[in-house]
């Protein structure tokens, strides 16, 4: 058109790249060919229009959440001359009715992230994953911890529930690995950190919590409950985190590892790798977070606890062997995520796998048979009916011996066999040597002989010569000195 206010309309067509014919259109009629073309009409019957607004449009004031599905189903028992073909017209015409005449929408608002101001953290399930330890299923959580700014993340593998002892853990292993501590730490409505009261409750904070965030001056918030979104800087990085480790297993070839220090340096690499995509963020977000307390604060619960004549003692429905010296002794027992550390007055005795009851409530033990064998030597019968007795074979091995004993010899020859073999793991430290030995007379079918095993295992402590140091006089080294003082002056 532009051409055509110097030129014919020929020559104006020809320098524009069009035909003659189109020149001449255009100059009739210079619409474009979108603003010419008229409306298509209804080609067929509208299929709703007897039901729509009389029976769907109320069905969808009195019920804003039903589902259009519901509706079509409905709709089809009411009147079933109608097609099946119907349900995608019905489907956009229930969306065009909502969005001229639906309620409002929740709207989500998306915020600045500063530097060194927020870090959050939640809990997600890793059991799906479907890894094992040592063949045996692993049920577990991770601990995710994330700065958003930067995208710094840190996780932790949880054997428990949501605890506080898991929550102080696993946020003070994230922030000594930022090396420092934002000034707000938000999570969602965790019963570990949150009494979760009513919205008239003033102060819903568990002391705990509170005196874990104000130990590292940080700021305790959380989202509004059941609004995942407001957390949407962890609960995203969720799905990335489990689509990495999901990648990291297949190519890995196995789920299975050989102990749970494996598994969590595997994590800790996944998470690694991560975090070093990241690193200039990182560390320019890490200048701007809070410096860490001179040490951390306790990530644990404390017990007091009494030895009982069982060897052992029962926390939490799981009963726990002690060596047997200290039946009848109070000991102050320390509640990790994944451990007990037992302590009596101001000395660490030993540490011992934590347990967990069964989740229909049935109780659980966690037995070292080193702590009873003296025990069993003498009363070799007991293990028969013995409560624990699953959990007191340290290998599926031993369980094989006991089991094809049991079939073929009277039960006390079985008792005192079976306690022979686990007494000669103990006393010569072949534990896993000897379960393997098992494995191969059992699957050749031969019953284990405690006297070859002995001599395989040798030497017998018994046989071992005695040797006598005599005690040295200590006035000897006296004249060692004197002697060795003369001769220098010589």
Not at 7 to 31: L, M, N, W
Not at 298 to 306: G, M
């Amino acid at each position: 058109m532009k051409l055509r206010q110097t030129h014919p309309i020929e020559v104006a067509a020809a320098k524009a790249g069009v035909s003659r014919a189109t020149g001449y259109r255009i100059a009739q009629d210079p619409r474009l060919p979108s603003q010419n073309s008229k409306s298509r009409e209804r080609r067929r019957p509208d299929p709703l229009e007897a039901i729509f607004e009389a029976e769907v449009v109320p069905l969808l004031k009195e019920a804003p959440g039903l589902r259009p599905v519901a509706i079509f189903e409905e709709m089809m028992r009411r009147h079933p001359d109608l097609s099946p073909g119907i349900r995608r017209t019905m489907e956009r015409r229930i969306r065009a009715w909502r969005a001229r005449h639906g309620a409002e929408q929740d709207v989500i608002f998306r915020q600045v992230h500063e530097p060194g101001r927020m870090g959050l953290s939640d809990f997600t399930d890793l059991s799906p994953m479907g890894v094992t330890i040592n063949g045996q299923p692993l049920a577990h959580m991770l601990f995710h911890f994330r700065l958003p700014w930067s995208g710094f993340e840190h996780a932790h593998v949880i054997l428990g529930g949501e605890s506080h002892v898991a929550l102080a853990e696993g946020l003070q292993n994230a922030l000594w690995s930022a090396g420092g501590a934002p000034y707000q730490h938000r999570t969602d409505s965790l019963s570990a950190a949150f009494r979760n009261l009513d919205a008239a409750a003033g102060i819903d904070l568990t002391r705990r919590y509170e005196a874990l965030c104000a130990h590292y001056r940080m700021e305790p918030t959380r989202n509004n409950r059941g609004v995942a979104h407001e957390n949407g800087a962890i609960e995203s990085a969720h799905g990335h985190l489990k689509a990495a480790i999901r990648d990291a297993l297949l190519l890995r070839g196995t789920v299975d590892f050989p102990d749970l220090a494996g598994y969590r340096a595997f994590i800790d690499e996944i998470v690694g790798r991560r975090n070093a995509a990241r690193a200039r963020r990182i560390v320019t977000e890490r200048a701007c977070l809070q410096p860490l307390p001179a040490n951390r604060t306790t990530d644990f619960e404390e017990v007091i606890v009494t030895v009982s004549s069982t060897g052992g003692f029962t926390l939490r429905k799981v009963f726990y062997t002690v060596p047997s010296r200290l039946i009848g002794h109070r000991l102050r027992v320390r509640l990790y995520d994944d451990r007990l550390e037992v302590i009596m007055g101001g000395s660490h005795l030993l540490t011992l796998p934590r347990g967990r009851a069964h989740p229909d409530g049935r109780r659980d033990q966690v037995v070292n048979y080193h702590h009873v064998i003296h025990a069993l030597r003498r009363k070799p019968m007991a293990l028969l009916n013995l409560v624990y007795r699953d959990k007191l074979f340290p290998r599926p091995a031993y369980r094989r011996a006991f089991e094809a004993l049991s079939g073929l010899l009277p039960g006390r020859m079985a008792c005192k066999i079976t306690v022979e073999l686990l007494a000669l793991a103990h006393d010569r430290g072949c534990e896993r040597e000897l379960g393997e030995e098992l494995d191969r007379l059992l699957d050749k079918g031969d019953l284990p002989d405690p006297m070859i095993l002995r001599r395989l295992f040798g030497p017998d402590p018994a046989d071992l010569p005695t040797i006598s140091v005599l005690p040295v006089a200590l006035d000897s080294y006296d004249a060692l000195v004197a002697n060795a003082c003369m001769g220098e002056v010589a």
